[in-house]
T-cell receptor
Framework: GAVVSQHPSWVICKSGTSVKIECRSL??????MFWYRQFPKQSLMLMAT?????????EQGVEKDKFLINHASLTLSTLTVTSAHPEDSSFYIC????????????????FGPGTRLTVL | AQSVAQPEDQVNVAEGNPLTVKCTYS??????LFWYVQYPNRGLQFLLK??????LVKGSYGFEAEFNKSQTSFHLKKPSALVSDSALYFC????????????FGRGTSLIVHP
């Protein structure tokens, strides 16, 4: 099956610093990648959708200047949390939709293992 | 707008007994429905999906789900639960109007007791 990796798996940083999280599709090309945020025992909240070579589309209420997303290639998307604060502490999950022809609904989204961010 | 409801925060079942995790949905257009499982500190794993065809969908690890259009439900089931099935389960709907981006339910914690 398709594999999506995230790096790092966990990170602890000081308030005010920036943190970059990488999401890679290891054995397939992903036209679209998604970034989610998950609070403890809660559902996934979609933050943004990124398409290779174009600007990310952010969900309402998500600050684009704080959560910078770059989708530089068909296998890599990065999320940078700028000037992180304790309230940004969360579990961040990316997912990738495989590039195929036909309706995207027939294609699974493959999820990364997540990155636990703790801001002190 | 689309929505997914998982009415139970937690489901408890004894090992060997059948289990059901409930999901209802609201969407305009065709309901493309999914179930995912999440183990602690891990990403989501795909279990099964309903796109079209038979209402009973079989998926990974012995799970199945029944699509019921009249009740707008897509309940997840398994005939005999295992302790290793204990995890967080998410139902999701992927509407065409949202470019098939899934909207997730809040999740149901399944606890299987030995």
């Amino acid at each position: 099956g398709a594999v999506v990796s995230q790096h790092p798996s966990w990170v602890i940083c000081k308030s005010g610093t920036s943190v970059k999280i990488e999401c890679r599709s290891l054995d397939f090309q992903a036209t679209t990648m998604f970034w989610y945020r998950q609070f403890p025992k809660q559902s996934l909240m979609l933050m943004a959708t990124s398409n290779e070579g174009s600007k990310a589309t952010y969900e309402q209420g998500v600050e684009k200047d704080k959560f910078l997303i770059n989708h530089a290639s068909l296998t890599l998307s990065t999320l940078t949390v700028t000037s992180a604060h304790p309230e940004d502490s969360s579990f961040y999950i990316c997912s990738a939709r495989r590039r195929t022809s036909g309706s995207p609904v027939y294609n699974e989204q493959f999820f990364g293992p997540g990155t636990r961010l703790t801001v002190l | 707008a689309q929505s997914v409801a998982q009415p139970e925060d937690q489901v408890n079942v004894a090992e060997g007994n059948p289990l059901t995790v409930k999901c209802t949905y609201s969407v305009s257009g065709n309901p493309y429905l999914f179930w995912y499982v999440q183990y602690p500190n891990r990403g989501l794993q795909f279990l099964l999906k309903y796109i079209t065809g038979d209402n009973l969908v079989k998926g990974s690890y012995g799970f199945e789900a029944e699509f019921n259009k009249s009740q707008t439900s897509f309940h997840l089931k398994k005939p005999s639960a295992l302790v290793s099935d204990s995890a967080l389960y998410f139902c999701a709907v992927s509407p065409e109007e949202r470019s098939y981006i899934p909207t997730f339910g809040r999740g149901t914690s399944l606890i299987v007791h030995p």
